[in-house]
Nanobody, 125 residues
Framework: QLVESGGGLVQPGASLNLSCVVSGFTLEYWSIGWFRQAPVKEREGLSC????????FYADSVKGRFTISRDMARNTVHLLMNNLKAEDTAVYHCASDSPECSALKKDYNEGADYWGQGTQVTVST
């Protein structure tokens, strides 16, 4: 099971730190990634933290603004989002991924065995 939290309504330029609490399997063997879904837009894979070494992979659209990290003790993955823009408005989901984070490259349209219900992020004045 994956449960996201940390979304909300913020102004442009603000930051949010999303959390994904994982239960039923361990981050030691499973990579975890994030994708977002906005109305009338394609699903977009954002980032993934590899189970092998904790390395973070990023989509070009968020590289430099978003940072993924994992807390092994709490079996939790975080996505720190800085300098948020209106176009970041979406429902954000975390999902399981392969050790190589291969599902990220497919925008999590395939390859993810588990994902959460999502948390809403709205960036607006």
């Amino acid at each position: 099971q994956l449960v996201e939290s940390g979304g909300g309504l913020v102004q442009p330029g603000a930051s949010l730190n999303l959390s994904c609490v994982v239960s039923g399997f361990t981050l030691e063997y499973w990579s975890i990634g994030w994708f977002r879904q906005a109305p009338v837009k394609e699903r977009e894979g954002l980032s993934c933290v590899s189970a092998r070494d904790g390395f973070g992979f990023y989509a070009d659209s968020v590289k430099g603004r978003f940072t993924i990290s994992r807390d092994m003790a709490r079996n939790t993955v975080h996505l720190l989002m800085n300098n948020l823009k209106a176009e970041d408005t979406a429902v954000y989901h975390c999902a399981s991924d392969s050790p190589e984070c291969s599902a990220l490259k497919k925008d999590y349209n395939e390859g993810a065995d588990y994902w959460g219900q999502g948390t809403q992020v709205t960036v607006s004045t």
